[in-house]
């Protein structure tokens, strides 16, 4: 085995480099794992939910930023063009900071009224223009690795971020700091690691100084003028939507029912960033290749069938034992969260599928029909949680917003297959046939739970196997794909 292992890695490109960013994808969230029953105890339900506001804020910020510029850096022609695009979304970087902290000094008390509805937001508005250089500056650095297909040190640099940045919020933690301590530690991991991406990024300004001009940036820019024309919005339009429960959540329920949100969706997404998330990266740098080759289409179609139903037996898991499994974990004030799971198992599961396809629209330059379909979903998500907020309460509310995004996701999903001709009926029995198993194997132990008046010992013995035998049905397909 060992054997067949080594000779798969040396042919698979592919899959070395999927290796390389799920292992440091696995080491950062176990890192983030670890810690989150301490950080849980620590800091209070409302200290997250105003973490979450600010995390909202550097997403929309960091794109308006740089315009997405550094978006275009693996498909960039040549070094020259490249560190002309480099330079670009440093300059917009800088610029945009400057607006930013020019806005925290006139306007911070209508900004943190506007944004969080609680006086402590103002306190802390001076970390939006720092978090956000530092944020802003990882991406530019970490889309130049993925053009160098660097993602070995890409990988070091995001697990040293995270051991960094929750050693920071665990030690302010134990000095009662109070939510400036997620905050920072947010900040910290966004410094951290900088240095070595800025190497790789430096070695390339040397060698190309020569060939740097006013107008080639101009004409860098009109080239790839569709990522801040479309592409820029899309992706704030997308961030916008992802966030908006955030902000709702903070206007009609408070703080704490956000914190109670985040942390339900930083557990759900663990399949989505530890694989799905994992491959994207490394299938937007082969894709423009594979379409050269005519290859994308079957290309595609194997990442979605290898993908497709691997994260169902855990978002039923979650579904099934969230109260339980989060008031073990977390503490009592988290068990909110847990009826938050199975009202959220719809949108993360077609979320899953589609994260490593969303990047095609850049590859066929179809930007314009992508800006389209991100501002309907956010339109979808304004009427679902609006609906939410006016007839039902937080769990309502959060319903709403997951089925809304989860129908909307299942036509996005056709959308994105139809640009390359691949099937989509295959990947979604498959994942019916999943959600079928599950529900009979996980079901049958959450009612052993019930019968047994909460014996978790009787109950363990019959999941164990049954989340083992999950185990072996997701990652089994996915062969095919790492073969690649």
């Known amino acids: 085995m060992k054997d067949r292992f080594a000779s798969l890695l040396q042919r698979s490109p592919f899959l070395r480099h999927v290796l390389a960013v799920s292992g440091s994808t696995f080491a950062v969230q176990a890192i983030s794992l670890a810690v989150a029953p301490i950080t849980s105890r620590l800091y209070a339900p409302a200290d997250h939910g105003l973490l979450a506001l600010f995390n909202a804020c550097f997403s929309l910020l960091s794109i308006l930023a740089t315009l997405r510029y550094e978006t ?8 020259t063009e490249a560190t002309h695009l480099l330079l670009l979304s440093g300059g917009l970087m800088v610029l945009m900071t400057a607006l930013v902290s020019v806005a925290c000094a006139t306007m911070g008390t209508s900004l943190a009224a506007g944004i969080a509805h609680d006086s402590r937001f103002l306190t802390y508005l001076w970390f939006l223009p720092l978090g956000l250089l530092l944020l802003t500056s990882f991406n530019i650095l970490a889309a130049w690795a993925v053009r160098a297909q660097a993602f070995g040190a890409l990988s070091k640099v995001r697990i040293l971020q995270s051991l960094g940045g929750s050693s920071a919020s665990i030690g302010l933690g134990l000095t009662h700091a109070g939510v400036v301590g997620l905050i920072a530690g947010t900040v910290v991991a966004s410094l951290l690691g900088l240095r070595s991406l800025a190497v790789l990024a430096w070695r390339a300004l040397r060698h190309e100084a020569q060939h740097i001009s006013w107008a080639g940036l101009q004409a860098t820019a009109r080239r790839h003028y569709r990522f801040p024309l479309y592409n820029s919005w899309a992706q704030l339009i997308n961030a916008a939507s992802l966030q908006l429960p955030v902000f709702a959540l903070t206007a009609a329920f408070g703080a704490a029912a956000t914190g109670y949100f985040s942390l339900t969706q930083r557990l759900l997404l663990l399949p989505t960033l530890l694989i799905s998330g994992a491959i994207t990266p490394v299938f937007y740098s082969r894709a423009r290749q594979a379409q050269a080759d005519g290859s994308l289409a079957a290309f595609a179609e194997r990442v979605l069938q290898g993908i497709s139903g691997v994260n169902v037996f855990f978002v039923v898991f979650v579904a099934l034992f969230g109260e339980p499994l989060f ?20 949108w993360l599961l077609l979320n899953f599928m589609v994260t490593p396809l969303a990047t095609l629209p850049l590859v066929f330059h179809r930007q314009g029909t992508d800006l389209l379909f991100h501002a309907l979903l956010l339109t979808c998500r304004c009427g679902t949680l609006w609906l939410g907020m006016h007839y039902g309460d937080d769990l309502t509310t959060v319903a709403a917003f997951s089925l809304g995004s ?16 691949a099937r989509m009926a295959p990947a979604l029995w498959r994942v019916a046939r999943e959600l079928a198993v599950a529900s009979v194997l996980l079901g049958g132990c959450r009612a052993l739970l019930e019968w047994s008046d909460g014996n978790w010992w009787a109950t363990g013995s019959a999941l164990l196997p049954a989340l083992a035998y999950g185990a072996w049905r997701a990652l089994r397909p996915l062969q095919a794909v790492l073969k690649g």
């Open 327 to 346: 008031t073990l974990v977390f503490g009592a004030q988290w068990t909110r969260s847990g009826t938050y799971a199975a009202a959220m198992a719809p």
């Open 72 to 79: 275009a850096l693996p498909l960039a022609r040549d070094d």
């Open 406 to 421: 989860a129908v909307f996701m299942l036509v996005y999903l056709r959308w994105l297959l139809q640009l390359v001709g």
